[in-house]
Nanobody, 121 residues
């Protein structure tokens, strides 16, 4: 079994910054793509940013250069640096990882429990 644990959310004023972290642990042989998603109340979950194992990144259009995703393969961790935050960025942010199990060698997608980000105007 694999667990993803996020941290770093909180309350910040518009224009401020937050850094989210997500660490994976458990039966891990390898982690492929890792990503951050978010879901605001009454809205569907949406992709924020993703990063492959070799560091290739992709971002949602709404990021507009304000966020940076990175990962540390040695720590099985992914990060999201969020700058110039806006009230519309308020949401629950969750990390996601495609993991090859160390025992079964099968690949499955895992989710963290989420961390709340609230941006006040």
């Amino acid at each position: 079994q694999v667990q993803l644990v996020e941290s770093g959310g909180g309350l910040v004023q518009a224009g401020g910054s937050l850094r989210l972290s997500c660490a994976a642990s458990g039966s891990i042989l390898s982690i492929y793509t890792m990503a951050w998603y978010r879901q605001a109340p009454g809205k569907q979950r949406e992709l924020v940013a993703g990063v492959t194992r070799d560091g290739t990144t992709n971002y949602a259009d709404f990021v507009q250069g304000r966020f940076t995703i990175s990962r540390d393969n040695a720590k099985n961790a992914v990060y999201l640096q969020m700058n110039s935050l806006r009230p519309e960025d308020t949401a629950a942010y969750s990390c996601n990882a495609n993991v090859r199990d160390a025992y079964s060698a099968s690949v499955a997608k895992y989710w963290g429990q989420g961390t709340q980000v609230t941006v006040s105007s």
